[in-house]
């Protein structure tokens, strides 16, 4: 039912329309004048016009949120077409337009006064790709019955003239109803000239001084040509604003030019800093301050890859040392292998300082302990002896989330066991270390570390390592990440646990 009301307003705002036309030329006829402002004609053929112009149409909105309308859509239809958007042009250059809406109103007024009125629409209708874009179903525009209708009805004011001034109006706000008074009936068209291409300030000048030429000719002591001076002070207080203004517009692109320059050197040098920092000199480490061991271990140091550089990294060889030294301490609970001696060559130099130290950590170990103590534990998945026997062949995937550490309790009930592990990570390295509990209530403080923290390359090769419980107790694997603030790690990982072989001599003869 709202549709058949809206189709029946729809066709009636169309015969009114062709009513104002009609009258319109009627007018035309027997006035043989012009057709100004004062004329109720044109009123009612600007409001129907407007009316089918924003009929059903979509609602689209600029960047900075003001609504868009039918001048938008002449814009779109007529922009490029060569030898039509004269009118575009020209109302572009009117800047007491401030509205989409009273830029239609004029480019209407400009194409009333040109006669090409129907031509104009006459293009937009044909374009129907935009004119969908910019209408929905139900506007006449999309239908090639009324748009013909329609364009038929214009076609009528081609051999009507018009006398619309293109200024002195607040189109933004409603359509004139009154007309002001002109220089000559031939001023308005030649006022509604459409500037050259450049639309320079040179253009304006001139067009101001063909006005004052053709001003001259008059009688200037008639109270007419009166108001024509008065009009021509308008133009140049006008003229000279417009130079004003275009000198501010200069000195501001120029300043913006300036402050551009300095934001690009600001941003270049806050670049070369970060890279800077990114990739800052490795520094040598405690256990490098002496003389270069017999392993090459300097040279090392400053191959190691991007995310290691600022850390202070153990090597398996002094891994290795410092198992062999707590192996030898009667109050070490474990006997620890090293890891896969095919890794690296054996290195003289050792240190007890891990990646984590801190300046009041007085010992090496306290760095694990710390951790055990910071919460920052993001998976704890504690094992029994039973649970690694049934393990399996595969591989079993861990998430160690940035800046956390993810922890592995193992269990061991009767000493004498080989626990033995093999892990990659993905993406980069990880750092691992095994500490020994006595027992669940067991304070951290008195845990002991067996491996301390070292940054693997596991991201490159699989790490393999085993040690022997010769004490029951729980045995912690600690993949660590705390030291990546950004990339979370996923840690592939396979267990295994061999029990001592036990000969009683049954097989000898």
């Known amino acids: 039912m709202a549709a058949t009301s809206g189709e029946g307003q729809l066709q009636r705002i169309i015969r009114d329309l062709q009513d104002a036309v009609t009258e319109l030329s009627k007018e035309f006829k027997e006035a043989g004048e012009p057709i100004t402002d004062d004329s109720t004609s044109l009123h009612k053929f600007s409001y129907k016009l407007e009316y089918l112009l924003q009929f059903d149409q979509k609602e689209k909105a600029t960047l900075l949120g003001n609504k868009k309308d039918y001048w938008d859509y002449f814009c779109a239809c007529l922009a490029k077409v060569k030898g039509a958007n004269d009118g575009i042009r020209f109302v572009k250059s009117i800047s007491e337009l401030r509205t989409s809406l009273g830029k239609g109103r ?36 999309l239908k090639p019955r009324l748009s013909s209708d329609i364009v038929g009805q214009l076609y009528e004011l081609t051999d009507v003239q018009f006398d619309l001034a293109s200024r002195g109006y607040d189109l933004d706000a409603a359509w004139p109803t009154f007309a002001r008074r002109t220089l000559a009936t031939g001023s308005p068209a030649y006022l509604w000239k459409p500037p050259s291409r450049s639309s320079s300030m040179s253009s304006l000048v001139s067009s101001y001084l063909q006005t004052q030429d053709m001003g001259s000719s008059f009688d200037l002591s008639g109270p007419l040509n009166n108001e024509a001076l008065e009009g021509f002070d308008e133009m140049r207080v006008e ?37 800077m920092e990114k990739d800052p000199s490795p520094a040598p480490s405690p256990a490098h301050a002496g003389p270069p061991a017999a392993g090459g271990q300097g040279a090392n140091a400053d191959c190691r890859p991007p995310d290691d550089i600022v850390f202070d990294i153990i090597t398996d060889e002094e891994l290795c040392q410092i198992q062999e030294a707590g192996s030898s301490s009667p109050e070490t609970p474990t006997e620890t292998d090293s890891f896969d001696p095919n890794m690296a060559d054996q290195d003289t130099t050792s240190s007890s300082l891990t990646p984590e130290d801190t300046e009041d950590m007085p010992l090496g170990q306290d760095a694990e302990i710390c951790l055990l103590k910071s919460g920052e534990l993001m998976i704890k998945l504690p094992l029994t002896i039973e649970e690694i026997a049934n393990f399996g062949e595969g591989n079993r995937e861990l998430f160690v989330r940035s800046s956390t550490y993810s922890l592995i309790p193992i269990t061991v009930t009767e000493a004498g066991l080989t626990i033995s592990w093999v892990f990659s990570s993905d993406p980069k390295s990880i750092s691992f270390s095994v500490v020994f509990r006595e027992a669940e209530d067991t304070p951290l403080d008195q845990c002991k570390v067996l491996i301390p923290t070292t940054r693997c390359n596991s991201h490159r090769e699989n790490i393999q390592g085993q040690l022997k419980a010769r ?9 660590d990440n705390t030291f990546s603030r950004f990339v979370s790690k996923k840690v592939f990982y396979h267990l295994t646990v061999d029990r001592p072989v036990i000969y009683d001599g049954s097989d000898f003869p």
Request: with cysteine; proline share 2%; net charge negative.
């Open 106 to 141: 004029a480019f209407i007024r400009y194409s009333l006064v040109h006669q090409r009125l129907a031509d104009t629409l006459q293009q937009c209708f044909m374009n129907t790709k935009v004119t969908s874009d910019w209408y929905y179903a139900r506007s006449p525009f």
């Open 239 to 275: 003229l000279d604003q417009l130079e004003v203004r275009e000198k501010q517009l200069q000195e501001r692109m120029q300043q913006l030019d300036r402050e551009n320059q300095e934001l690009r050197a600001a941003v270049s040098s806050q670049g070369e800093q970060l890279q």
């Open 471 to 479: 004490t029951p107790g729980i045995y912690m694997l600690i993949f």
